[in-house]
């Protein structure tokens, strides 16, 4: 399992959170009282560095209309933001290096049906999915 912290830091840490966060009911009550949208951009641009694709990807965590208008992400909103930030720490774990992380994140995987491991964490069956292969590479266990 990844640390909270590792999730934190990706999503801006106490930078953007407005808070230092060490465990996993810290995440959570921080989650819960509603993150800061600038952690929704700050993650996906972590990842990703054309703007058109920022946007596109954050627009599929929140719809671009209720990101214009709120300040605050709501709590489903901010799992689902947790989420890919949870992955893309796993996959920086894994890499031990940001720019390869990056770029496993980003490439097509047959594993995923071809879709990239961030494509794929936009839902938690597929962030699941993700972790797993993260996991089997991280303990080498075969395909």
Do not use: C
Not at 11 to 26: D, F, N, P, T
Not at 50 to 57: L, M, S
Not at 85 to 103: P, S
């Amino acid at each position: 399992m990844i640390r909270a912290d590792r999730i934190a830091e990706v999503m801006g840490g106490k930078a953007i959170l407005k808070q230092s966060v060490h465990s996993i009911r810290e995440l959570e009550r921080t989650i819960a009282r509603g993150l800061p949208k600038r952690a929704l951009r700050t993650t996906v641009e972590r990842v990703l560095t054309i703007k058109a694709e920022v946007r596109r990807t954050m627009f599929r965590v929140v719809p671009e209309a209720t990101f214009k208008r709120r300040t605050r992400l709501s709590p489903a909103e901010g799992e689902r933001t947790e989420r890919v930030a949870r992955v893309i720490a796993a996959a920086e774990y894994a890499w031990n290096d940001q720019a390869d992380a990056r770029d496993w994140l980003t490439r097509r995987h047959p594993e995923l049906g071809r879709r990239t491991p961030l494509e794929a964490a936009m839902t938690e069956l597929g962030a699941r999915q993700v972790e797993e292969l993260l996991d089997r590479l991280i303990y080498g266990i075969p395909a």
